[in-house]
C-alpha cells in the first residue's frame, strides 16, 4: 500500500519538475532524469502519444470543450489559482504566459515547503500535493505532443499518469488497469417522492448528501483497495470512476457486499451503489481498437445491469434481516414522518426544527443540513474508523459508517472539538469561496494530519423574513404568485464521450468532465444567486433555490417568472464556456406549479417531460427550452418570444393610451383559429398530398400564412391598436400585426399566455 502511495508522490514530483522548467525556475530537487519504464510509459498514455522536447510549442491552456468534434473553436485559460470564478475561458491568447507561470510557481513552491516540512504520513502528502497540483496547475498546460491540441492541463495530466503508474508497476503491459464506475440508483424516488409538508427545508440537505454518499463511498473503494487519491478520476453528481489494478475483481466483488450491506441497513433499500468495471487496454488508451470513450460506455452498461439487480450480491439471510420482519410502529398517520412517511421509532425525537411537524431523526438530519449549507465556507472529510452498520439517525452517522467523518464548518474551530474527539489519521478541508488564510486558521486539526483542497460546492438559498430558509410558497414571483421548477442538461454527452473528444486521451476525457463539474457546481450557483438579491432595495430577497447542479445538469426551484431569464442566461454562459461550439449544447424544460402546495415530485415530473420535449420534439435539433407546452430555441427564438412578452406589457395597462388586458384574449382566440386551421391543412396534407399553406418552409420570410384566421387577426389588431390614444402604441400594434402575417403566428399562443401569466395581478390567484 505504502508502495502505491510513493508512486504517486514521485509521479507528482516529475509534473513538479516540469512547472519549474516552464517558468525557468530550479525544480526544487524533484527528478528530472531516468525513471523507471513504467513511469514513462505512463506519461505517454496519460498523452496519446510521446511528449515534444521542453520548449518546444508551449502555450497557454486551451479548452478542451471547444476542440471537441474536432472544431476549431479556440479559446484560452488564464494561469491562476483554481476558483469558482474561472470556469469561463477567454478569447483573447494571454499575452504574458510566462509570467503568469513564475507567479504561480512562487506561490507553488511555498506551499510545496509547508507541505514538505510537515511530519505528515504518505497518505496525507500524497494528498496535499495532488491538491496543490491542482491549485497552481489547472490552467497550466502539459507538456506538448505532436500534432495535438495544447489543451490537457498540468494537473490532470500528473494525476492520470500517476494513477496509471500505480496501475502498472509490475502489471500486463497490454492490460494495464481496471476502469471501475459506481452510480447511486434510487435518487428520483427518494428524492422527490415525498411528502408535500416541509419539504422545501430538507430537500436542499437530502440532494446534498446524495453526492456526499457517492463521494464517500468512492474515498472508501480507494481505501479498501490501497490506491492514493490520484486513482479517483472523476466524483460528482451521484456517481464516481476511479483506476485499479488489475487483479482487483475478486476484492471489488467483497467491497461491493459491504457497501449494500451497509446501504440496506441505512436506507432499507431505497438507496443502492452500483460498481462495475472493465480492463483498459493499452490499445484503447492509444486509441488503436477503441476509444476510452467506448469502456466508459461499458461500464456504463453493466452499472446499468447491476442497478437493474439491485442488492442481488446479498444473501436471502442478509435480505430477511433487513426486510423480511413485520414493520415496526402502528402504520396510523400520527406515528409516521410527515416528510418521508417512515415509521417514527420511540426513541427518536420526531420533531420538525421550525413547525412542531412529527418527523423522523434523518428527516430533521437534512433540515440541519441544509441550513448549514447556506452558511458554510468549509468542507471537512476525515477518515474515522468505520461504525457499524445502524438503522436511520441522521446524515452523517450514514456516512460515517464507511469510515468519513462529515462536517459543513464556518470556520475550521467549529470541528475541533469532534477531532478531538474522534482520532483521525487524514482530514481533508475542501474550500470553494476563496483562497483560505492556511497558515492562520484556528482549530485545525494540525499540519502533520490536514489536506488543503479546492472543491466547488453549489450554495443558493432563498431566505425568508424569518430569517429561515424558505419554504416554496414563500418564494416570490412577478404576476401570478407560483413556485417553477427548471431542469436543465447537456445535449448528447454521452456521445460527445465517446466520440467528440479528438485524440481521445484519458487525460483529456478527465479534463472535460472537471471543466463541467466547475461549470454547473462553480458558476451555475453564481447566476442563481444574483435573483435572490434586489439591487434596487439593496436587501435579500426569496426567489430561487438551487436543488441541485453537478455532472453536467441542474434542478432549480424558484420563483416562475424568474426561470425563463435564468435558463437564458445560464445557456448564454455555457456557451462561452463551450467556447460556442456548435456542437455542444444544453436544453432545458420548466414547469409551474398549479398552486402553492403542489407536490414537487409533480413538477420535477413535469419538468423533465418539457425536457425532454425540447430535446426530442424537433428530431436532432435540441440547443432549446420548453416552456408553458412550447419550445423555443436557443437561437432567435428566444429572444423574439421574450421581446415580445416585453412588448405586450408595455402596452397594457390602466394608462392614457394603454390596451386592456382583453388584447391578450384577442390574440389567445386567433392563436386558437389558427391552431385549428393548422390541424385541418395537415388533414389535407396527409388526404391529398397537399402542401399545407401555414408551412414555415425553410425561407420563413416568403412563407405565405394564408387562412380565415387571418381575417380575424387583422380585424382585431386595427381596431385594438385604433383604440389607444398613443400613436407609438398604434404604431407598434400594426408592425405586430404584420409579423403575426408570417412567422410570428407561430409563437402567438406561447406570448399571449406568458404576458398574462406576467401581468396578472396577485389578488386574481
Known amino acids: 500500500m505504502e508502495r502505491n502511495f510513493q508512486i504517486a508522490i514521485g509521479m507528482y514530483e516529475r509534473s513538479a519538475a516540469l512547472f519549474a522548467q516552464r517558468a525557468g525556475a530550479s525544480p526544487l530537487g524533484f527528478p528530472v532524469g531516468s525513471a523507471p519504464a513504467w513511469a514513462d510509459q505512463a506519461e505517454q498514455l496519460a498523452l496519446f502519444g510521446e511528449r515534444l522536447a521542453e520548449g518546444d510549442g508551449w502555450q497557454p491552456l486551451q479548452s478542451v470543450v471547444g476542440h471537441l468534434y474536432e472544431k476549431p473553436q479556440t ?112 435518487v428520483q424516488d427518494w428524492l422527490y417522492a415525498l411528502s408535500s409538508s416541509g419539504v422545501a427545508k430538507g430537500l436542499r440537505g437530502r440532494s446534498f448528501y446524495l453526492q456526499l454518499l457517492a463521494e464517500i463511498i468512492a474515498y472508501y473503494v480507494l481505501e479498501q483497495l490501497g490506491l492514493p487519491s490520484c486513482n479517483l478520476l472523476y466524483a460528482g453528481g451521484g456517481n464516481f470512476y476511479l483506476l485499479a489494478p488489475l487483479g482487483s475483481e475478486e476484492r471489488l ?9 451497509r446501504l440496506l441497513s441505512m436506507h432499507e433499500g431505497a438507496l443502492y451503489v452500483a460498481l462495475g468495471y472493465t480492463p483498459i487496454t493499452q490499445a484503447i488508451l492509444w486509441g488503436q481498437e477503441s476509444t476510452i470513450g467506448s469502456a466508459w460506455d461499458e461500464v456504463n452498461r453493466i452499472l446499468g445491469m447491476k442497478k437493474a439487480r439491485r442488492f442481488s450480491e446479498l444473501d436471502n439471510s442478509a435480505m430477511a434481516a433487513a426486510i423480511g420482519s413485520p414493520l415496526a410502529g402502528t402504520g396510523e398517520l400520527e406515528d409516521t414522518c410527515a416528510v418521508c412517511r417512515r415509521t417514527i421509532e420511540k426513541a427518536e425525537r420526531g420533531k420538525s426544527l421550525t413547525e412542531g411537524r412529527r418527523q423522523c431523526d434523518l428527516c430533521t438530519s437534512f433540515e440541519q443540513l441544509g441550513n448549514q449549507l447556506r452558511r458554510a465556507a468549509y468542507l471537512a472529510i476525515s477518515r474515522i474508523a468505520p461504525v457499524n452498520p ?23 474551530i467549529d470541528g475541533a472539538a469532534s477531532w478531538q474527539d474522534q482520532p483521525s489519521d487524514i482530514v481533508r478541508i ?74 481521445s486521451s484519458l487525460s483529456r476525457v478527465v479534463g472535460l468532465s472537471g471543466l463541467l463539474r466547475l461549470y454547473f457546481e462553480g458558476h451555475v450557483p453564481r447566476l442563481a444567486e444574483k435573483y435572490n438579491w434586489d439591487e434596487a432595495k439593496k436587501e435579500k430577497r426569496a426567489r430561487m433555490y438551487l436543488m441541485y447542479a453537478g455532472g453536467d445538469d441542474l434542478f432549480i426551484v424558484g420563483g416562475w417568472s424568474d426561470l425563463p431569464d435564468l435558463a437564458h442566461a445560464i445557456r448564454e454562459d455555457f456557451r462561452r464556456f463551450a467556447c460556442d461550439n456548435p456542437k455542444v449544447t444544453i436544453s432545458g424544460g420548466i414547469s409551474i406549479a398549479l398552486d402553492k402546495k ?16 425540447a430535446k426530442h420534439q424537433r428530431g436532432d435539433e435540441k440547443n432549446a427550452l420548453s416552456f408553458l407546452g412550447e419550445v ?134
Open 75 to 186: 479559446r484560452y485559460y488564464t494561469a491562476q489559482p483554481i476558483s469558482v470564478d474561472v470556469a469561463l475561458p477567454m478569447l483573447e491568447k494571454p499575452t504574458d504566459a510566462l509570467e503568469q507561470w513564475q507567479k504561480l510557481w512562487a506561490a507553488f513552491a511555498a506551499e510545496h515547503g509547508r507541505i514538505a516540512a510537515a511530519k505528515s504520513s504518505l497518505a496525507v502528502q500524497e494528498a496535499n500535493y495532488l491538491a496543490l497540483l491542482q491549485r497552481f496547475c489547472w490552467a497550466i498546460p502539459a507538456p506538448a505532443v505532436a500534432g495535438q491540441s495544447g489543451d490537457v492541463s498540468l494537473y490532470d495530466y500528473a494525476r492520470v499518469s500517476a494513477a496509471l503508474a500505480v496501475c502498472m508497476q509490475g502489471a500486463d503491459a497490454a492490460e494495464p488497469a481496471l476502469l471501475i464506475g459506481g452510480d447511486v440508483s434510487g
Open 253 to 261: 466483488a467483497v467491497i461491493q457486499q459491504d457497501i449494500s450491506h
Open 390 to 412: 445502524q438503522g436511520p439517525n441522521g446524515w452523517r452517522q450514514g456516512l460515517a459508517q464507511f469510515g468519513y467523518d462529515v462536517q459543513l464548518l464556518e470556520n475550521a
Open 430 to 503: 475542501f474550500y470553494w469561496k476563496s483562497e483560505p488564510e492556511i497558515n492562520n486558521f484556528p482549530g485545525w486539526p494540525g499540519e502533520e494530519r490536514t489536506v488543503w483542497a479546492f472543491r466547488p460546492l453549489a450554495q443558493c438559498t432563498p431566505i425568508a423574513q424569518n430569517g429561515e430558509i424558505a419554504t416554496f410558497d414563500e418564494l416570490t414571483s412577478d404576476g401570478i404568485e407560483r413556485w417553477g421548477v427548471l431542469r436543465m442538461d447537456v445535449d448528447n454527452l454521452g456521445t460527445i464521450f465517446q466520440k467528440g473528444i479528438p485524440n
Open 598 to 613: 403542489y407536490p414537487l415530485y409533480q413538477a420535477a415530473r413535469l419538468a423533465g417531460d418539457a425536457e425532454h420535449q
Open 632 to 765: 423555443m430555441s436557443w437561437e432567435g427564438e428566444f429572444d423574439r418570444v421574450r421581446g415580445r412578452v416585453a412588448d405586450l406589457r408595455c402596452w397594457l395597462g390602466d394608462g392614457e393610451g394603454k390596451l386592456p388586458r382583453s388584447f391578450l384574449m384577442t390574440l389567445r382566440s386567433i392563436d386558437a383559429e389558427w391552431s385549428e386551421w393548422r390541424k385541418q391543412e395537415q388533414g389535407k396534407k396527409i388526404k391529398q398530398g397537399m402542401s399545407p399553406r401555414y408551412s414555415h418552409g425553410p425561407e420563413p420570410e416568403k412563407t405565405l400564412y394564408l387562412g380565415p384566421w387571418q381575417w380575424h387577426l387583422v380585424y382585431s389588431l386595427t381596431r385594438a391598436g385604433e383604440r389607444s390614444r398613443n400613436q407609438k402604441i398604434r404604431d407598434e400594434v400594426k408592425e405586430f400585426a404584420k409579423s403575426i402575417m408570417g412567422q410570428d403566428i407561430a409563437i402567438l399562443g406561447l406570448i399571449a399566455r406568458w404576458t398574462e401569466l406576467e401581468t396578472r395581478r396577485k389578488d386574481e390567484g
